[in-house]
């Protein structure tokens, strides 16, 4: 099957596509900013012990099913992930975990255990995705203290 539109094929699948041709494209900013926020919007519930599936929040963020983890269109704007595969999500999900890690310490409750085992190998891109998504947190976590 060729991935060119042509008379046997008036149709073309993206994704088919780029996993047939095993075509690797870098993650740009705005996808890494989006998998900070996924795994911690995974990691929260975690934390909180709320349940959730990572199966439903990853289809949500690629669009395919934007109400199964009942995400608001600013949690997941417009299908940040929609142009990556599950397994390309989950993988860069596990690069994330070892760049949190990487950033605030091995004693840091990360997604490590809980799905997401640290999977080393990442972009400098997504560890400063990632420090700017804990600095963004922080920010945050001042701010709601001061407003307390």
Not at 10 to 36: F, G, I, Q, S, Y
Not at 72 to 78: H, L, M, N, R, S
Not at 127 to 144: E, P, S, Y
Request: net charge negative; charged share 20%; aromatic share 6%.
């Amino acid at each position: 099957m060729s991935c060119q539109p042509g008379p046997q094929t008036p149709t073309t699948n993206t994704e088919e596509c780029h996993e047939m041709t095993n075509t690797r494209t870098a993650w740009t900013e705005a996808e890494n900013t989006a998998v900070c926020r996924l795994y911690f919007t995974m990691l929260d519930a975690v934390r909180n012990r709320q349940a959730y599936s990572k199966a439903a929040l990853v289809r949500a963020w690629q669009g395919i099913e934007p109400d199964a983890a009942k995400l608001t269109p600013a949690d997941a704007p417009y299908a940040p992930l929609a142009a990556r595969s599950r397994g390309s999500i989950e993988a860069k999900l596990m690069n994330a975990t070892a760049a949190h890690a990487d950033l605030v310490g091995d004693k840091a409750v990360t997604m490590d255990s809980h799905g997401y085992r640290a999977l080393p190998n990442y972009q400098a891109s997504l560890k400063q995705a990632m420090a700017d998504a804990l600095a963004d947190r922080q920010a945050h976590d001042v701010t709601d203290r001061f407003l307390a």
